[in-house]
């Protein structure tokens, strides 16, 4: 393996951002193009959802400091901004109906591929519903508007010198045949009146109302709830809905930072921080840590390209997959009392540092980076990995430690089963022709304890956990050369390779005990 | 023809000159290399977990038979591997019943047909000398070189058939193609030392200051590498101030190769 090394290599990094990343950051943050690349369904409704609500934010909640300020004919009732308000809104509806159905048949990727703890199942469930909340309820305070008569009333109050009389009704008859609108008791209708109420609209009315029809989701809503418009106009539905929209986007706001949504914030954060030049570990350790592990919206991809995922079918560690890891950094980091530092260190160990998951992350985190910084952690504390435990051991004393039973608990069947079946080794001559050969031997003289050929002998003295724990097994190459040269045939590297397997397995029920026996302490 | 192309976990991140020089000797050779969704080949699992070994190995042999395309890897310890997954495949009853249960889990399935081959046996066995030789258009006459072979590939031989296990010719064979001059090395079958590399550092580099030392004295300029995990371990030296190359430098095969060719590599 090359992890020290590569650990060790830093991106130079700048102070500043290269112009054309930040372009191209920037593009990234409006389209999703790295979500683009990696699903193409998934970006759509994302996309349908995102572009939706960033128009009726800017345009509509914001519409004093920029539609007003931009164009001066602005108006809420007024084409286009009419028609494109509906526009977005639809596709934020259609956005969120294509996230609840995916949901709910489970279409997910990674829900399919692992164990997911019952913390993630609601996860980003409730900052969708909020958005949909919004824009439903924004639809309906809209048709709920149009069909108000009420409104109607303030309107011509406030924009005509019409008073009560035939004229206003036949304004009122314009309006309600033309624009939805429920009086009570009804206008009768009348050609020759709705004429007229048309001249008085262009009068009065059409400089700030473009056609009706053109809220094309409003118009269809106002239409379904004029069956009841008296009773929603007397109760001043209207006003109702204006609160309740009103208060479900100051709940998103609030509610922001706590939920999933605020990847819309820490993924340019995590891009921003990421191009920063660090000096030292304890920089590079903060500056991944600290950004974009929250960045991480466990959309599963990353666990899809996984180089190790056969790791993780035969062994059934969640932690070999990137996705998983980061939640359990981040349980981590959140100091959870339930955390397998075990099996994340365990499946750590497995990532061979392809890149094939920072290539694919739609948030561009630098899970590679997270890796190597993962695993560097690790091996400065407690829990080494074996090749280190090893090194710290005589093989005497590691004989003669007693494992629990109970804590083996990565036992497997050791297919090849060498060192238990004698005819493997039995023949083995002490020719010493494989400690000739052995290039440990030859550049270690000074360190290394027993030699191949004394460790076939320990196997024909049947001391197979004293043979685990030699030097020579955890520092031999496996280059094969004593195997292939053996006169009696003896497959001398595949026995140590099995040596080191049954060491490993018993080191690891070691190093539990250990753990377990420091957290009885400290409790 | 058409091959699956298996670059291993390393290229992509760390050996991309590696990557590049093999893809562009393959155009040059009218090979049509194919990516599939290839998973790691097992080698790193090797000493620590047996089924998950072989099984990765499996899983990739099973994608590329699915795409009825047999596989090249520029990788000895992958292209060693596969061959050591395959032997133990079929050896073990329990194994095979276990690996092929999870891959129909997959719709995978794998019946042994699939040919594995590693860059240097392909060129060898199907590209053949003469065809090189005759698309060689610029030659490295009187370069002296050691030719790194890689232990994986070559040993065990019972399990991998690369070559002579201690006599090896082929790598030399290819190497004279390119008009280049193949030194005597007592090292040229020895480990380069990498998989020790996290483990024992110092053992690895000791090893590794070695090797430059004997192809030195062997008389080479350049030590020729056709593994990713042989060029990783000399390009070490890159990080390691302190290692004495004896004036050595590491050079792929590929990169030699595809300036023979006339391909964009400078050397």
Redesign the interface.
Known sequence: ??????S??FNPGRLYPNPVNLILSFLNTIFQIRLFAAGKIRWLFHFFVFAGFLYLVTVHAFHQVTAVVLFDYYDPTVDPFQFLRNLFGSLVVAGCILFFLRRGLRLRVNQIKSNWGSHLKYKGLVSIILVFLIVGTGFLLEASKIISEPVFMEMVEDYSDLEEGDELEELKLFWQEKAFVSFDPTVPADPEKLKNGQVLNEVYCISCHSDIRSSFVSCLLADLMSFYGTVLNQTRVDVMLYRVHYGLCLALIVFLPFSRLNHIFLIPLSIAVKNQAPKTHHQKTAQVFGASLFACTNCGYCSQ???????F???GNPDVLPHSKIETLKKIADKHPDVSLWGLQKGNN?C?????CT?ICPSGIDL?TLWAVTHRIFSDNALV?N??FF?RILPEAWADLETEPRMLIAR?????DLIEKTDAFENCIQCTICTNVC??VE??SK?NDYTPQQVMNLLRLDQKHLASGTRMV????????C???CPQKI?V?DI???L??LG?VRADAVKLQQTVKKRVEIS | MKLAYFPG??I???LKAYGDSFESVMKHLGIDLVRL?F??C?Y?????????SV??AI?NLAVAHKNKLDIITPCKCCFGQFKHAVF?YYK?K??KTKIDD?LDQENLSWDGSTQIHHLLSFLYHEIGLDTLEKRSVKKFSGKKIAVQYG??A????SVTRFDH??APTIFEDLVRVTGMVPVEWPKS???C?????????A?SL??LE?KFKSASLAGAEYICTACT?CQ?QYE?TD?ESDIDTHGVKPVLFTRILDAAFGGKTVF
């Open positions: 393996m090359f992890k020290p090394a590569s060790d290599r390209v996984c180089s190790v995922y056969p790791h079918q035969i062994t497995a061979t540092q392809c890149n094939k290539q590679q990995n090749q280190t090194n497997q069947e050791l297919v090849s290039p440990v550049y270690d360190d955890w520092t031999c190459l496996t280059c094969y050369a195997q292939d040269i497959p590297t140590i390779l099995e080191r397997h490993g | 976990c390393k992509s991140f760390y969704e998973n790691c097992g790193p699992a090797r000493g620590e977990h047996f089924e998950i099984f990765s899983k133990w073990h329990n194994l999870l232990c994986h070559l040993r065990p031989f296990p201690y079958t020895e480990c030392g990498n998989p020790i590399l996290e483990g024992h550092k053992l000791t090893i070695n995990h990783m070490m990080y």
